[in-house]
């Protein structure tokens, strides 16, 4: 059975970090795009960060660069996203993605197959 699960959700206060995982069981990650993803309360599902399947790609919304990094341990089949400076703005439920490689390499909702459960991120003070 494929899974994605999500952990390293929280609440911060704002300015503060956060590390979000996203774990595969069932398959192996090298072979898939993985994507993170939230939504807000009342809003729209919006993408956050994307990385390719061998890492060597990376794309990151405007409201997030230069805060958020995401990385990838295929040996650990486990996709990062370190979340720095975060901001109230940042509160959401985020959900990791994956788009197997044979698919090519996009970032956008639509386009990814597997989804994990999410994972709670709140910003306040």
């Known amino acids: 059975q494929l899974q994605l699960v999500e952990s390293g959700g929280g609440s911060v206060q704002p300015g503060g970090s956060l590390r979000l995982s996203c774990a595969a069981s069932g398959f192996t990650l090298d072979n898939f795009a993985i994507g993170w993803f939230r939504q807000a309360p009342g809003k729209e599902r919006e993408g956050v960060s994307c990385i390719s399947s061998s890492g060597g790609r990376t794309d990151y919304a405007d409201s997030v660069k230069g805060r958020f990094t995401i990385s990838r341990d295929n040996a650990k089949n486990t996709v990062y996203l370190q979340m720095n400076s975060l901001k109230p703005e940042d509160t959401a439920v985020y959900y990791c993605?994956?788009?197997?490689?044979?698919?090519?390499?996009?970032?956008?909702?639509?386009?990814?197959?597997?989804w994990g459960q999410g994972t709670q991120v709140t910003v306040s003070s």
């Open positions: 993605a994956a788009r197997p490689r044979i698919r090519g390499y996009v970032c956008d909702d639509a386009a990814y197959t597997f």
